[in-house]
Structure formats: C-alpha cells, structure tokens
C-alpha cells in the first residue's frame, strides 16, 4: 500500500508539469485550432533561460528560495517574449492561410528550436545548479515527499488556480473565451482577436517554462532536445483531456503523469514511454474527443 | 450629411462578385432596412461596413469619417455595432458575460452596469437567465442577447442581421417591438432582412438587394405597396 501511495505522489507531481505543458498546447489550440508543435520546445528553452538566471543571479553558488523563485519569473517572463515574438514573425503571417501550412510551420520552429538551441548552448548536456537542496519530507510509515517535489505541485496548482481566475473572472479572461469561440463575434465586440492570439501564446510558454526550471530542480541535465518527449507527452495529455478545454489538461497531465509512474514501478520502466501513446490510442477509439471534450450543441 | 452612407461599394469573395456597386445611406434616428433573397448580399454589405470582410472599391462613412479600411475591432469603439447572421453568441459564456463582452471597449462600470440592467429591462427572459451559458439558450432568446450585447457598447448606429431567422413567429413580433423601442432611444438601425413584411412595417426607408446590387430604393410604405416588391417578398 505505501509502494503505492509513494508511486501516486511520485505520479501527482511528475504529471502537474506535464499538465502545465499541456495548459500552453490546449489554449492555443482554443484559440487558433493550431497545434504548436513548437510549444514543447519551449519548456526547453524555458529551462536553459532558467540556467542562465541562476548565473546572473549567482544562484548556484549561493542558493536561496528568493533566487530560486527569480530564477523562475525570469524565465517565464523571457520565454513568454519569446512566445509573443514566435507568433508575431512565424504564425501571424500564415493565419489565413490552410490549416495544414500552420502546422508545418509549426514543425518549422519548432525543429529550428532544437537546432538553434544546439547551435547556441551546445548539443551536450548542461547542469542546472541545485537552487534548492533536497531533503526528504516523511508523509507517513512508508511514504515520503521531496521538497523539490512540493515546489513543483505549489507552484503548478499556484500557476494553474491563478490561470483558471484569469480566464473565468477578468475582462481579457473572458475575452479569450469569446475569441476560442468566434473570431468575427470577438471581433465584432471590439476585442482585438490579434492581440488576445498573442496574449495566449505569452501564457502558455511562460508556464512551459516554468514547467522546464521546475523540472531542472530536480532532474538537472538539461539539452536542447529535452523538450521533444515531454512535449510530445503533453500534446497526448491534453488530448486525453479534450484538446481546447483547459481543465482537461489538467486532468490529462495527471493522468498521464501518474500512468507513467506507476508504469515504471509496477511493470518496467521500458514500458515508460511508451504508456503515453497507449493512452492516445485508447483515447482515440474510446472517447475521440476527450475525457472533458463533448461536442458543444448548439441550438440554431 | 448621412450618419452612414456606402457609397459604390464593390465586394468580392474570391472571384464571386458579391456587392456591385452598392450605395446605401442611413439618417440619423432611422430605421433602414435592406430586404432581398438568400445570396442577395445582404449579409456581405453588412459585414464589409463593419470591417469584416475589405471592400475592393468604393467606401464606408461613418459620421464625416472614412471607415473602409478601419479594423472592425476598431469600428466598434467609434460607435457602430452589429448583431450578426446567425446571432453569434459566445456559447462558452453566461449571458452576463456575453453582455460584458459587448461592453468590452468601455471603462465605465456604472455605466456598463446601467446598460446591463436596461437590457434585462428590454428583454426580461435574459435576466432570467443570466448565469446560464448562452449555448443553451434558445434561438429567440439567443437573438435577444445577441441584440441586447450589440447595444452594450453604446452604439449610435447598430446593424441587425437577420433577427427573425428560424424563430418562433411570436418571439419575432417581440424581438421587432423591441427593434421598435431601440431605435425611440436614439439608436439608428440598420436592419437586413428576409422577413420583409415585418422589417418593412417598423423601417422609415427601404432597399432592395439582387444579386449584389440595389434594385430599389423608397420609402418603406411605398415599398411595401410595390408590385414587384410585393411578388418577389411579400408573398403576392
């Protein structure tokens, strides 16, 4: 029984990054109906931004929780810009366009990314300087948590509670909610569908960002590659949730967390990566549109 | 001067000719109504002013200014809305917020809760239903919030586009008087409509569109009393 309670708060936590991923993919997707296969690649970037931070801040060799959490507002920040200028010069041109040249454009950055990333930091593996040190928190006989571990769980459910306010109870809020619905209704009320477009892809990468230095702390190699797979992971946990639907993410990230914890501990950790595809394929002949995803009647 | 005027208006969609050389004007405090079949342009006119969709020539003035090449979020702010075909709500908001989003372009919370309560006073069913997701409203009370969230930014001049299409006939009678009331208040309307017999009873002056061009222009009475009008839209 403690195995399991262990394997489920290794799970929880494991799948509230994946669910901040899977936040950034989901609302882009409400918003332009475009897969931004670019966005894992952002959590990467967010990680190595988080790297240089902690040099600037001096982090590494004096660590403290205050650098630590200025280490991760500087990345959101920058790779939010960086998400804003990704839009502007590579997505906007293509809006009215076909779907599919969105998409491949998407593939475009996202693969100069990973190679500009390898170009620019080097295609070996970097250390993230331990900003917290770890110790171990008992939960009860048996199970236990890391500090690092409780970081990640506070500050996603912070992120995720303060987004979910965000959307539900503020004008621009609300305002993304209209444009995900109608681009010429939004438009119609005054709303600038451009800048709210921009606006989202801001959100998003900045919480794959922080997605990424909230990884570093406590798995501290990172490379320019490392946003491929839980990219990809991420993009079947919003699936899984209802692409588009932002609880679902959610929900989908710790489904999708705690299935590949509990794949690894009960059966084999070969298993690991492959769990996440098992469940899109499932999810697909099951419930195409997702576990939150119903098809919205709409009385004409 | 018109308080909107369109003048040789020419559209495309693609390489379909949609508008042709349309000219359309609007008075203060009128009610204007447009009428013609299904494909008439009607709907293209009215989305080509508010800057949805680019004119290739001609232009759009809005009380002394040219507004033909203003972003339609843009036209909002300068006090001219739309209501569009097929009402458009946000499904995915309540009805407040849908009349919230109406309001987007104002700062004034008194006065855009003054409005909101105006609303409910004009169309009594929103106020029922106001927590509830516009997606599960009916069709006519759709129309309602879809109207009522177009005067939510203050407009001096509001387009409607369609009000009566797929409602119950009663809520439609409603929905004119309402049109009726509106336009009392100092609201200029711009009405389209395939419903000609109503849109021509509540409207000051008429047009009427075939394919892409103003086939007729008149008073609405002697609109309702031509002929041709009569055969082609009123059903003899």
């Given at each position: 029984m403690s195995t399991f309670l262990q394997q489920l708060v290794n799970g929880v936590t494991w799948g509230s990054v994946y669910a901040l991923i899977a936040l950034g993919y989901t609302m882009v997707y409400g918003i332009l109906r475009l897969i931004n296969f670019a966005h894992g690649d952002i959590y990467m970037l967010g990680a190595f931004i988080g790297l240089y931070a902690s040099r600037w801040f001096n982090a590494a060799k004096d660590p403290s929780p205050v650098k630590a959490l200025l280490v991760l507002l500087t990345s959101m920040l920058l790779s939010a810009l960086i998400g804003m200028i990704i839009e502007r010069l590579a997505y906007k041109p293509v809006r009215?366009?076909?779907?599919l040249s969105a998409l491949i454009t998407a593939i475009g950055v996202s693969l100069l990314l990973e190679n500009g990333g390898a170009l620019v930091f080097g295609e070996d593996q970097k250390f993230f300087p331990q900003l917290i040190p770890q110790k171990t928190i008992a939960l009860m006989a048996g199970v236990s948590i890391s500090n690092q571990q409780l970081i990640v769980l506070v500050v996603s459910i912070v992120l995720m509670f303060g987004l979910r306010m965000f959307v539900l109870h503020t004008r621009t809020g609300k305002a993304m909610q209209a444009v995900s619905h109608s681009h010429m209704a939004a438009s119609l009320m005054g709303i600038s569908v451009d800048r709210i477009i921009t606006f989202t892809f801001m959100i998003g990468s900045s919480l794959a960002a922080a997605a990424g230095v909230l990884v570093a702390l406590q798995s501290p190699k990172i490379e320019p590659y490392m946003g491929i797979m839980p990219g990809l992971k991420a993009f079947v946990a919003a699936v899984l949730g209802g692409i588009g639907n932002i609880p679902g993410a959610v929900v989908g990230g710790l489904v999708m967390g705690i299935a590949e914890v509990m794949v690894t501990g009960y059966l084999s950790p070969t298993y690991r990566d492959a769990i996440a595809f098992v469940l899109l394929i499932v999810i697909l002949l099951v419930r195409p549109a997702g576990i939150f995803g119903k098809a919205v009647t709409e009385k004409v | 001067m018109s308080q909107l005027s369109v003048e040789n208006l020419d559209v495309y969609y693609g390489a379909v000719?949609?508008?042709?050389g349309v000219s359309v004007h609007a008075e203060a405090g009128e009610i204007v109504t447009l009428i013609g079949a299904n494909g008439a342009g009607k709907t293209t006119l009215l989305r080509t002013i508010s800057g949805l969709v680019p004119a290739k020539s001609g232009r759009v003035m809005f009380e002394g200014r040219d507004?033909?090449?203003?972003p339609a979020h843009e036209i909002v702010a300068l006090g001219l809305s739309q209501s569009p075909e097929g009402r458009m709500v946000f499904a995915n908001l309540s009805v407040e917020d849908n009349l919230e989003m109406g309001a987007y372009i104002r700062k004034d919370k008194a006065g855009i809760r003054e409005d909101r309560d105006a609303m409910y006073q004009l169309f009594p069913r929103l106020l029922e239903r106001r927590k509830q997701l516009s997606g599960t409203l009916s069709g006519g009370e759709q129309q309602m919030l879809a109207i009522a969230r177009a005067l939510m930014s203050r407009p001096r001049v509001v387009l409607l586009d369609e009000?009566?299409?797929?409602?119950?006939p009663l809520l439609v009678r409603d929905i004119f008087k309402n049109i009726v009331e509106i336009n009392r208040r100092g609201v200029t309307v711009l009405l389209v409509e395939q419903n000609a017999h109503m849109a021509l009873s509540i409207a000051r002056r008429g047009y009427v569109l075939e394919t892409g061009k103003v086939v007729l222009e008149d008073e609405a009475a002697k609109l309702a009393a031509n002929d041709e009008v009569r055969k082609a839209y009123l059903g003899g």
């Open positions: 009215k366009s076909p779907r | 000719h949609a508008l042709k507004i033909t090449r203003v009000p009566s299409l797929g409602i119950a």
